[in-house]
């Protein structure tokens, strides 16, 4: 599978040095396995991650997970974290700006793509395409197009490990927020309901697996309701 860049394959001079890459990284599964691919490929050289962090409550926006454990992450990838701090509630514009200064910082430091764990909502993926092209980066979408289930098995069958740590609960119960994302809960999981969450039903954190070089302990902490999502902290 070549890697889906701004519609085309990415062509790579393997004697000269590889075109260097951040990773959207949202701590979930489906970036980290991201990171696993590209770096088994060798086309590009991943030279940090980029969160999102909300600055209210110190944690990855959406997923939820403390800024601590994030980190903690970025050292088991062996790479450096770069942090873009948004509001919250954070307005699109305003989203907009804070990822505008960061990939100004890139390209100041003489990055050239962007990787996105996403995996086929089309829309998704033009917004990433045409905000990048507004600064002439692009954009790499290493999982494109593969068929969520067995994208899924192939993860958790290399020793990915991950919580699910956010539930939208009008797309999926709420009891599943904090539990393992496995091979038990891809069968308990309802036939509406994409196994790698892609509508947005559930976000994940990952602890372990081949793009780390140790396992990250974490335990459940409390789960609470806030803003219309249901949320399971996690604590190391």
């Known amino acids: 599978m070549a890697f889906a860049e701004g519609g085309s394959a990415m062509t790579q001079n393997k004697k000269g040095p590889r075109p260097k890459a951040w990773l959207a990284w949202s701590s979930g599964k489906d970036s980290a396995w991201s990171l696993h691919v590209v770096r088994e490929r060798g086309e590009l050289e991943v030279v940090a991650l980029l969160t999102t962090v909300n600055q209210t409550h110190a944690r990855v926006a959406m997923h939820a997970v403390r800024q601590s454990l994030l980190e903690t992450q970025a050292a088991a990838a062996g790479l450096p974290l770069r942090v873009v701090p948004i509001p919250w509630p954070c307005p699109n514009q ?3 700006r804070a990822m505008a200064v960061a990939l100004s910082r890139a390209q100041s ?9 996403d995996l086929f909502l089309d829309d998704v993926r033009r917004y990433r395409e045409e905000n990048l092209a507004k600064c002439g980066m692009t954009p790499v979408f290493p ?5 969520t289930r067995r994208l899924a098995e192939e993860m958790i069958a290399s020793g990915l490990r991950s919580y699910i740590t956010c539930v939208d609960p009008q797309k999926l119960d709420k009891s599943f927020a904090g ?24 976000h994940t954190f990952a602890c372990a697996g081949p793009m780390f070089s140790e396992p990250i302990a974490v335990r459940r ?16």
């Open 94 to 96: 305003e989203y907009e």
């Open 221 to 236: 902490g409390e789960i609470v309701e806030r803003d219309g999502f249901v949320f399971a902290d996690l604590l190391a």
């Open 109 to 117: 430091e003489g990055v050239t793509h962007v990787i996105f764990g």
């Open 179 to 202: 539990r393992e994302w496995n091979a038990t809960l891809l069968e308990d999981l309802p036939s509406s309901v994409d196994p790698c969450g892609e509508y947005g039903e559930f």
């Open 143 to 147: 999982l494109w197009g593969v068929p």
